[in-house]
């Protein structure tokens, strides 16, 4: 199984960008799944997270502006990123807790990072 991220970019403080990513492969279920941000000399944080009933949870620095979205179908899930501030500036990684099919059990998985930049 495979997470493809897309979607990273530069954009002017107050703009919005939508990421996006794509699991691929022998999929069983997708659990929780969620974007963690990583700025150089800081640990990677929970950004967005939602879970396989749609509860959400946020940093709190991004609520209010911030959307998690999934498409259980498509095996798809999306950060759409509004009102954009520098200090949103940063290396995005989606993740996810997948029950791959021949598994006895789930594992957590990463995609690349995209960047994301935001200039004032």
């Known amino acids: 199984v495979q997470l493809q991220a897309s979607g990273g970019g530069l954009v002017q403080a107050g703009g919005s960008l939508r990421l996006s990513c794509a699991a691929s492969?022998?999929?069983?279920?997708?659990?929780?799944v969620g974007w963690y941000r990583q700025v150089p000399g800081k640990e990677r944080e929970l950004v967005a997270g939602?879970?396989?009933?749609?509860?959400?949870n946020y940093l709190d620095s991004v609520k209010g502006r911030f959307t998690i979205s999934r498409d259980n179908a498509k095996n798809t899930w999306y950060l759409q990123m509004n009102s954009l501030k520098p200090e949103d500036t940063g290396v995005y990684y989606c993740n996810a807790v997948i029950f791959q099919i021949g598994r006895s059990a789930v594992e957590t998985l990463w995609g690349q990072g995209t960047q994301v930049t935001v200039s004032s």
């Open positions: 939602i879970n396989s009933v749609a509860e959400r």
């Open positions: 492969g022998d999929i069983f279920s997708i659990n929780a």
